[in-house]
């Protein structure tokens, strides 16, 4: 078994204090990336529980937010860096697939199935995990 990392573990215990799965994600990070953790819990709220609809999973959409703390250029005269974020969220966001099957919060707690894929601090770990191989 493969030892987590302390990002992963601070993601993973942001969960369990209450933190959705966005927040635990992005919070986990954001010191690393120039914003403080309330910023990031404030930005992220509203993106778990699936943006509240069970849509995109909370725990990716975190990880996009950490993409883009990390790669922007922050010029708001004449942003250069999306393009090259979009690149790295694609593939962020395939190899979140390809371990889940879907980035669907509803397809992956089955709702519709009764066939769970993983649970939110299973999805939480591999969005953190693909951050510290893609990211950091």
Known sequence: MTQKSERVVKALENHKKGYN???AVACA????????????FKMTEGFGFGMGTMGT????SGMACVAGMKNSDGNLAAPATKKETYKLMKAMTKAFIDKNTSVICREI??????KVLRSCDGC???AATIIEETLL
């Open 124 to 126: 939480i770990e591999d």
């Open 21 to 23: 799965c966005a927040q």
């Open 29 to 40: 990070y954001a010191d690393l990336f120039g914003v403080d953790e309330e910023t990031a």
């Open 57 to 60: 999973c909370g725990a990716v």
């Open 109 to 114: 707690k089955g709702v519709d199935t009764g």
